[in-house]
């Protein structure tokens, strides 16, 4: 299945086609993650990542997520993510 979702990264409406997460190159301020989320669920990155520092001051479960995401979430242009690139060699 083929997503088709508009998506405001960094102030710019742009139109995305994706079927798998992927963290983009592009309108990323640390690894891409919450760009990469935000263009998998429709919304406005800022949404992500106010949702990520939120969840700070809830036991800080969003950093660990974050980083597991960074890890699994494989980046735009790459077949696998860095885990598997380490685990797989």
């Known amino acids: 299945m083929v997503r088709s979702a508009a998506v405001v990264d960094d102030g710019v409406m742009t ?26 669920l429709g919304v406005d990155v800022t949404l992500v990542r106010l949702a990520f520092v939120v969840s700070l001051f809830f036991g800080g479960l969003g950093v660990l997520v974050y980083l597991a995401a960074w890890l699994l ?17």
């Not at 995305?16 to 640390?30: E, F, I, K, T």
């Not at 979430?73 to 060699?89: F, L, M």
């Open 15 to 40: 139109q995305h086609n994706q079927s798998r997460l992927v963290r983009p190159r592009s309108g990323r301020m640390v690894a891409g993650v919450a760009a990469a989320i935000a263009r998998q």
């Open 73 to 89: 979430i494989p980046e735009e242009g790459q077949e696998r993510s860095t885990a598997e690139r380490i685990v797989g060699g």
